[in-house]
């Protein structure tokens, strides 16, 4: 007989239930996937942001280390209706700041380029074992394109009613996205998506009501970072779990020492949901940027528009390794996160959750009734 | 050798490490707390509203039927700076809902009587088991008296620096508590109590970084529904649990069958945090009166001017059995409250916590390495 945790570390061809999260805008790096796959995990690419032919050099160098499987993520894209006459405050704002930070702010452009299409062509081409999305669920054909290709699909739910929405579309797996998580929410609940009023439902809370809810495996995410959260995840009916967070300690990840930095340093009450950097909230340390940001934030462009105009700005802060204007997503246990390789995390986190296994069933031997 | 969690239940002098939540205004009745604590977990009244003697017959009727320990939990007052006009728009509001609903405004005080020092004078002749507080430290005179008065000491910290503050105190247990949590934030950090920027850190994230940072026995609340919670927290370094609105679905708690109906009906997008009922912080299932508040949250009365202001309203409320105008209380995981005696409910909750930990010790002897 197999056990939940089974079905899924079969489903997926991996030898433990657990996933390096997809982040984009480059941590996530050949190295990083590579590193976790190989070591029994489920590494992941974060490709939102990657141009179609850089997504394809980045799968085959993963295949140059590592025969085991990984997952690609795409963001689905959404119809943007922007009219900058709309944003004049914001825009304004942003001129403003680009101008005190040195950077011309011509560079930014509002053209989001749309790579979706090609991106999941490049999914299908190289055959990627794991293709999972985040804000929605693509159309029909996309879905049966990528199933004929004999990709597993898996979806991202903020709350129950977006998880019954991925069940009903025959995803094979749900991440399940607590309020702790770091980085964009995955919302795309309709009647939610036209609010400010995105759902925060902490993970205690959202996991056992989404296991309730539908019977595709869910993947535990937020606020996970050592074996004792994902034996505890495992525990609330989660049959695996997404460490994003705590796989930015790993020198593979591709973020700057500023970051880094203030990942470590931040307390539990340092993050925030902000929507100033992309026009979607997404969860990140407080910076400059943010409170400089806190005026508009009430009338932004849309995300990706507002993604593609503040990344001049974000690139240069990168650049100078400045905390001050980069996007600084972590999860609200960031400070736990550790300075560990990826293979020694992943061996440490299997170490860990087999310690808290052992440690519960010695506390039933040990106290029977308590 | 005793386990962490024994020497939690040898401190509380408990069977089992379950704790029923304080909750205030009616809900922790006598008999609610006697089932609880005389099945084995630690039954707790919520006696912030209740007056020194109404607080000295619930305490004695509880020693009618057990023996048993139980709690009782206070809100540490505060300096109240309230000045109406100051708050114009909110009291015309309120006067036009009043209105609305046929409810006198010359019934609501702006008075909120101190009983703080009665109720602690209570607690120490009527010899309580575990005290604990919620919205700070009481001074050290308090402290002390009931130290001498052999009272076990709790308090609550919504992020790990509140739990730093109480630890230093000399506190024996903090109740740690996440954003899931039904109920009012016992949110006391000065510099934060300034800001509505309130901690807003979800249980997965905040019990282990509280854990690491005190060497006093953390307790779990928000979102903890079932065995399968209580695990979960254990799992994460908790030494025992605290379960508020799991306990609301109870015949023996003190609410109207409108409230009950919610908690059963609500998703779990469906409750918030708000100030509008109190002029403090609380979680609720989303109703009428804080739709028609909303326009005036941003500039409130403060608590507990504004808990006294919206007093007759929400009774006229609760004799009417109408939801639209209580303060619907409720944690995240609402939907999971199941309607049982508290005796059944405690029975149920360590069944499932013993056949939760088998589970996992099935699963570690039969997949090894997963």
Sequence with gaps: MTTPVQQLTTLFKIQYPIIQAPMAGGITTPELVAAVSDAGGLGSFGAAYMRPDELRQAIRKVRESTKAPFQVNLFVPDEVDYRP??????????KHLYAGYGVDFAKASTQ?????????QVLIEEQVPVVSFTFGIPKKDILSKLRKADCVLMGTATCVA??????DAKFDAIVAQGYEAGGHRGTFHTTLRETDEIPNVGLFALLPQLVNAVSVPVIASGGIMDGKGIIASLALGAVGCQLGTAFMGC??????????EALYRSSDIETSLTNVFSGRYARGIQNRF???????????PPFPVLNSLTS???SEA????DAAYQSLWAGQAAKLTRRLPARELMKTLVGEAETAVRRATARCAAEVAW
């Design 85 to 94: 006459e709309q944003h004049v405050a914001a825009l304004d704002k942003l």
């Design 251 to 260: 020198p593979e990840a591709g973020l700057t020492n500023s970051w880094r």
């Design 318 to 321: 990168k650049r100078r390794d």
């Design 112 to 120: 989001a380029k749309d790579d979706f299409a090609d991106q999941v």
């Design 312 to 314: 001049p700005l974000r």
């Design 162 to 167: 977006e998880g019954r929405a991925l069940a």
């Design 290 to 300: 943010m409170a400089d940001m806190d005026s508009v934030k009430g009338n932004l």
